[in-house]
């Protein structure tokens, strides 16, 4: 009765993880771009050249990329936050709170400056660091030091690239995290099977929001809008 059991739960498994991979996976990777989206070639693609995972997102916010940008420049715990679900975050201390206005100390970014992911001396030192960025554009975040550190570190060697597209009506927000990682079991497992569909869910959450707040922004006063960042 127990190995029947079991088999049960293996065939049920495999049943799950079939379909996850035919019919759910793909959407994840993709969800909102189109497919010239998809296959063009964004800044930032050269820092990891041979990905293991690689997600391109997208959404059309009716708002001009100047009503866009504060919201991506302000990202970062200590700072704007990650306009997702943050209460989720905060279960695992990351601290995250989640500006609905723009904050003009946290408009300024250059490169290499440091986006963190959580708090100062949390057990481990989750942080990007700004790669490329043109105001009202692009911008690329990367996990700092060589591959082989992160490695080291159990963690994947990635970049966040956020891209911004004047279109007829408003704005294209599209975004794309590339990785690579060791191939052993434990990698593909945490950084493809386990981190692919969590990303997805915390990042579809964020462009709504930015949507969101960059619609209510464009729609404001005009001397109520902030200065735009150098």
């Given at each position: 009765?127990?190995?029947?059991?079991?088999?049960?739960?293996?065939?049920?498994?495999?049943?799950?993880?079939g379909a996850?991979?035919?019919w759910l996976r793909p959407r994840i990777l993709r969800w909102g771009a189109t497919d010239e989206e998809v296959a063009t070639a964004l800044p930032g693609d050269e820092i990891v050249p041979h990905p293991r995972s690689l997600l391109t997102h997208a959404v059309t916010i009716a708002a001009p990329p100047g009503?866009?940008?504060?919201w991506l420049v302000q990202m970062g715990q200590g700072r704007g936050g990650l306009y997702s679900y943050a209460w989720l975050e905060?279960?695992?201390g990351c601290d995250l709170h989640n500006a609905r206005r723009v904050?003009?100390?946290?408009?300024?970014?250059?490169?290499?400056?440091r986006v963190r992911l959580v708090p100062e001396g949390y057990r481990v030192p989750l942080h990007f660091v700004v790669a490329a960025l043109q105001p009202e554009r692009v911008l690329v975040l990367r996990t700092p030091g060589p591959p082989g550190e992160s490695f080291q570190a159990g963690l994947p060697f990635a970049t966040w690239t956020f891209v911004l597209?004047?279109?007829?009506?408003?704005?294209?927000?599209?975004?794309?995290?590339?990785?690579?990682f060791r191939p052993t079991a434990a990698g593909w497992l945490r950084n493809k099977h386990a981190l692919e569909?969590?990303?997805?869910?915390?990042?579809r959450k964020m462009l709504l929001t930015i949507r969101a707040l960059a619609e209510?922004?464009?729609a404001e006063p005009a001397e109520a809008a902030p200065p735009r960042a150098a």
């Open positions: 009765m127990i190995a029947g059991l079991l088999r049960g739960i293996v065939v049920a498994g495999a049943i799950l993880a996850y991979a035919r009503a866009v940008w504060p905060n279960l695992a904050i003009p100390e946290f408009q300024h970014l250059e490169v290499g400056d597209e004047a279109v007829s009506g408003g704005t294209r927000l599209i975004t794309r995290w590339r990785s690579d569909p969590v990303h997805f869910l915390m990042e209510r922004l464009a």
